[in-house]
């Protein structure tokens, strides 16, 4: 079975920040899409990085893509979300998504696979 596991969530003070990071197990060759996308409570999904495994492609949304930054390590099987300049309204359940169709066209919250969430609070 594929599982997706967040860790590196926690609170943090406005202007810091995290790094969250997925480990990726069951179907690792394949998994040419990764992301990350979060909810905030009464909010709707959404969409906050996604990598192209195969050719590097990155996509951010706009809200974020002066302080976030995403990174794969393909021989860990790891994605990484680096957050900086962290402000309240980031705050949200973040969660690792990953998919195997090729190319990787898909949103992140689309994708086939996900992680159980990482809670990110910033105060």
């Known amino acids: 079975d594929v599982q997706l596991v967040e860790s590196g969530g926690g609170s943090v003070q406005a202007g810091g920040s995290l790094r969250l990071s997925c480990a990726v197990s069951?179907?690792?060759?394949?998994?040419?899409?990764m992301g990350w996308f979060r909810q905030a409570p009464g909010d709707e999904v959404e969409g906050v990085a996604r990598i192209d495994s195969r050719g590097g492609s990155i996509l951010v949304a706009d809200v974020v893509k002066d302080r976030f930054n995403i990174s794969q390590d393909n021989a860990k099987n790891t994605v990484d979300l680096r957050m900086s300049s962290l402000k309240p309204e980031d705050t949200a359940i973040y969660y690792c998504a990953a998919d195997p169709r090729f190319p990787c066209d898909v949103i992140s919250h689309s994708m086939t696979f996900r992680g159980q969430g990482t809670q990110v609070t910033v105060s």
């Open positions: 069951g179907f690792t060759d394949g998994m040419h899409c």
